[in-house]
T-cell receptor, first 126, second 108 residues
Framework: QLQLQESGPGLVKPSETLSLTCTVS??????????WGWIRQPPGKGLEWIGS???????YYTASLKRRLSISVDTPENQFSLRLSSVTAADTAVYYC??????????????????WGHGTLVSVTS | ETVLTQSPGILSLSPGERATLSCRAS???????LAWYQQKPGQAPTLLIY???TRATGIPDRFSGSGSETDFTLSISRLEPEDFAVYYC?????????FGQGTKLELK
């Protein structure tokens, strides 16, 4: 049974870098059928797609964060990670990692999210 | 960016009733790349529907999706107590992938 688990600091200071890791169990980030994504949700608000990555390292980012964002994959550790630099209070949110599926047998960045981690709250505060 | 507008913002119904939730896109879809999620308080979203009308694994058949172009609908035929939650639509036809702002289905 596929499970995803986010980990990382719950508090980050303004202007610093937010770093999160998603550990995948019961499946492989090296899957040729899936991308892996990050989605965030500010407290009391809706969902925002941040970015998605394939095991090859090919990644797609939302334009509004692209300048500050990096997503990477570590296939030996079966993990993928998020780094968001120069954070502000506006980056305070629950961050979810998720598996992205195209609905077909091949991987595509055009995907919905069929399995999610529980989420981790990251607060940006001094 | 494709903006998804969900309506109503809040829907108040009773168990056993039928719920109809709407998701309208600012740009037309040439395919059916729309998904629906359910989110309960303090939990991650759960996938209900993808490709407009395909139920995800384990989702009861009282949930159904329909629509095309710019107008999409999630229907719940007979509400169960566990269905009261927030529902989001998501388009994955073009970057950036976007979500609607959500419809809260509350107990009347």
């Amino acid at each position: 049974q596929l499970q995803l688990q986010e980990s990382g600091p719950g508090l980050v200071k303004p202007s610093e870098t937010l770093s999160l890791t998603c550990t995948v169990s019961g499946g492989s980030v090296s899957s040729t059928s899936h991308y892996w994504g990050w989605i965030r949700q500010p407290p009391g608000k809706g969902l925002e797609w941040i970015g998605s990555i394939f095991h090859s390292g090919s990644a797609y980012y939302t334009a509004s964060l692209k300048r500050r964002l990096s997503i990477s994959v570590d296939t030996p550790e079966n993990q993928f990670s998020l780094r968001l630099s120069s954070v502000t209070a506006a980056d305070t949110a629950v961050y979810y990692c998720a598996r992205a599926s195209s609905g077909f047998h091949w991987a595509s960045p055009d995907a919905f999210f069929d399995t999610w981690g529980h989420g981790t709250l990251v607060s940006v505060t001094s | 960016e494709t903006v998804l507008t969900q309506s109503p913002g809040i829907l108040s119904l009773s168990p056993g009733e039928r719920a109809t939730l709407s998701c309208r896109a600012s740009q037309s879809f040439s395919n059916s790349y729309l998904a629906w999620y359910q989110q309960k308080p303090g939990q991650a979203p759960t996938l209900l529907i993808y490709a407009t009308s395909t139920r995800a694994t384990g989702i009861p058949d009282r949930f159904s999706g329909s629509g095309s172009e710019t107008d999409f609908t999630l229907s719940i035929s007979r509400l169960e107590p566990e269905d009261f939650a927030v529902y989001y639509c998501q388009q994955y036809v073009r970057l950036p992938y976007t979500f609607g702002q959500g419809t809260k289905l509350e107990l009347k």
